[in-house]
C-alpha cells in the first residue's frame, strides 16, 4: 500500500519537468559561462560563421544586456529581484496546466538560476586610481582596502566586483551589435515570451466550442 497522497503525486508530476529543464538550463549555462572565462578572458573575440555571432569577454554587474551596471545598489537589487523571480517561476511550474508552461517555467528558472550563481561565485576585480576614481560606494563597500592602499601609499589597488559572465555579441547591421549576454540570458526572455503566449492563447480544449 503506498503512503504517497494524490495530492503529492500530482506535485511530483508537475514539478519533474520544471527541474529537468532547469537542471538542464542551469548546466548548459554555467559549461558555456566556464568555457568563456577560461578561453575569452584577456584574449581576442572569436567570429563564428559570417560574422552575425562572436564570442568576446565582458564582465557585467548589472542586469541582463548590461543595464543599470553602475548604480551603487545594483549588486542588492539583482539579487533579491532573481530570487523572488526564481521563486515566482518555480510556482507558476506547479501551478501550470500545460507541459509547455511548465517547460517555460524551467526554462526562466533555469537562466535565473545560473545568473544568480554567477553573482555569488564570479569575481572580476577592477583597478583603480583610489584618489581619482573611486566613488562614494566604493569607500562605503571596501573601507578597509582603500584605508590600506592610503596607509601604504599605493594609488592604486583592486576593488572586489561581483557579476554575470556575459560572452555572445550578435550583429544586426554594419558596426552595429546588440548588448553582449549569455545563454541564461536567453533563456529568461525566450521562457517569458512562451509564457506570455501560452497565457494568451486559448487552451487547446476551447478550441472549437461554441
Known amino acids: 500500500m503506498s503512503g504517497t497522497t494524490p495530492a503529492a503525486a500530482s506535485i511530483g508530476r508537475s514539478i519533474a519537468p520544471v527541474l529537468a529543464v532547469m537542471t538542464l538550463t542551469l548546466s548548459l549555462d554555467q559549461a558555456s559561462k566556464a568555457w568563456a572565462w577560461n578561453t575569452l578572458r584577456g584574449a581576442p573575440g572569436r567570429v563564428a560563421g559570417d560574422g552575425l555571432v562572436s564570442f568576446a569577454f565582458a564582465f557585467n554587474p548589472g542586469a541582463a544586456f548590461g543595464l543599470a551596471a553602475s548604480h551603487p545598489t545594483a549588486p542588492l537589487g539583482f539579487f533579491v529581484a532573481a530570487s523572488v523571480g526564481l521563486g515566482i517561476l518555480i510556482r507558476l511550474g506547479l501551478r501550470a496546466e500545460t507541459p509547455a508552461m511548465r517547460v ?3 526554462l ?18 577592477r583597478r583603480i586610481d583610489w584618489l581619482r576614481e573611486a566613488t562614494f560606494a566604493d569607500f562605503l563597500e571596501h573601507p578597509t582596502a582603500i584605508a590600506d592602499a592610503i596607509a ?28 553582449a549576454f549569455n545563454l541564461a540570458d536567453a533563456a529568461i526572455v525566450v521562457a517569458l515570451a512562451w509564457l506570455v503566449v501560452q497565457t494568451i492563447s486559448p487552451p487547446r480544449h476551447r478550441v472549437g466550442r461554441r
Do not use: E, K, M
Not at 110 to 120: E, F, P
Not at 152 to 177: A, E, K, N, W
Open 104 to 106: 517555460a517555467a524551467g
Open 152 to 179: 601604504s601609499q599605493h594609488r592604486y589597488l583592486d576593488i572586489p566586483r561581483h557579476g554575470v559572465i556575459d560572452f555572445v555579441v550578435v550583429s544586426y547591421g554594419p558596426g552595429r551589435t546588440w548588448p
Open 108 to 125: 526562466g528558472a533555469g537562466g535565473i538560476a545560473g545568473n544568480l550563481i554567477d553573482r555569488l561565485i564570479r569575481n572580476h576585480p
